[in-house]
């Protein structure tokens, strides 16, 4: 295979998560988003489970002895995305060319359950297992896993896929790690922003795959500003990693419904972000009434429109968490929606300063 087009096909396989307790995160996230089980394996070191709904694809591995690598993860960053394993039409290709072009090898190609495998270093400690199903292997079949490894039924809720992964990275990493995915991958640099939210900066730059399959929204700290959600993320998780997994919604009204009433909580905005919605957008799909009562947000590009809604964290240091988005053509990642809701949050904790001082006037 010519090493000019070995990444152009590029894919999301699956993310593989080390988890510290395998029933109660595949069991919430069954409840929570759907996600059935079709998969598992085990041996002396781990246990793993494989959920997946439409396109979405999660590895759960709980390691069970110190000697397996996903301990050492689990102390470093708790709960979170160790892997995100690329299909390739030949992962053997893919892995002495990558290494080739500059990467940290972690796994040589070896072939099982008529699947190759082969594994490198992306941004922080997090691999990108190349992942090749020869003839006959079912599309969502992995090495050593057993079980039914057609589509489950589980719960569809509408979620279709994996739409991005937002990669927090250290000061000073992020056009390293942008030159990483182009050198090594073959990606493209498609969007770029510095978003200053009062006294807070951050610096944001997307990455995505030749094909478009993958996309990696990487973000860096401005350390000359005030701490902020990013620093405080790299504080508690430990370095680079995973902050949060965008999932599309086909309908993202009907989503946010749906997972709400299994048990997601959602982050709220304040009524004011929707008196001034109209300065910025106008929601061609929803009611705003409808995007209120469920405090989804509106952004918009050249392209189009997308609605998103952050989903609470429940990781024990408060780090990893969904996202849920639907995009009527836009292609940028609602950098307008952080500046609108600081404007917003500014303008209510205003009036309520004002609503005092009348008070005590």
Known sequence: MATTTIFNDLRLDHLGFYVG??????????????????????????RSVALGVNRIRLVLTQPIAAA?????????????????????????????????????????????????????????????????????????????????TRQQAG??????????????????????????????LGFELTFAERIAVGSQAMTTKVVRSHGGEVTFTLIEPDVTRTPGHIDEFLRDHGGAGVQHLA??????????????????????????????????????????????RLNILVDEDHDGQLYQIFARSTHPRDTFFFELIERLGARSFGGGNISALYRAVELQRSGRRDARTEAAA
């Open 247 to 292: 999932l599309a919604a086909a309908d993202i009204v009907a989503a946010v419904e749906a997972t709400a009433a299994r048990g997601v909580e959602f982050l709220t905005a304040p009524d004011v972000y929707y008196s001034l919605l109209a300065e910025r957008v106008r929601p061609v799909k929803y009611r705003l009434e409808d995007l209120g």
């Open 21 to 46: 307790d395998l029933e109660a995160e595949s069991a919430r996230l069954g409840a929570t988003l759907g996600l059935a089980p079709y998969a598992a394996a085990g041996d002396a070191l781990s």
């Open 155 to 184: 719960a569809d809720l509408g979620l279709l896929e994996v739409d991005h992964l937002a990669v927090c990275v250290p000061a000073g990493e992020l056009d390293a790690t942008v030159a990483f995915y182009r050198r090594v």
């Open 68 to 148: 397996h690598p996903g301990a050492g993860y689990l102390d470093r960053h708790g709960d979170g995305v160790a892997d995100v394993a690329l299909g390739v039409p030949d992962a053997a290709a893919a892995y002495h060319e990558a290494v080739r072009r500059g990467a940290r090898p972690f796994a040589a190609p070896a072939e099982r359950d008529g699947i190759v495998t082969a594994a490198i270093y992306g941004f922080g400690d997090v691999l990108h297992t190349f992942v090749q199903r020869l003839a006959g292997a079912g599309e969502r079949t992995l090495p050593g896993f057993l079980g039914d």
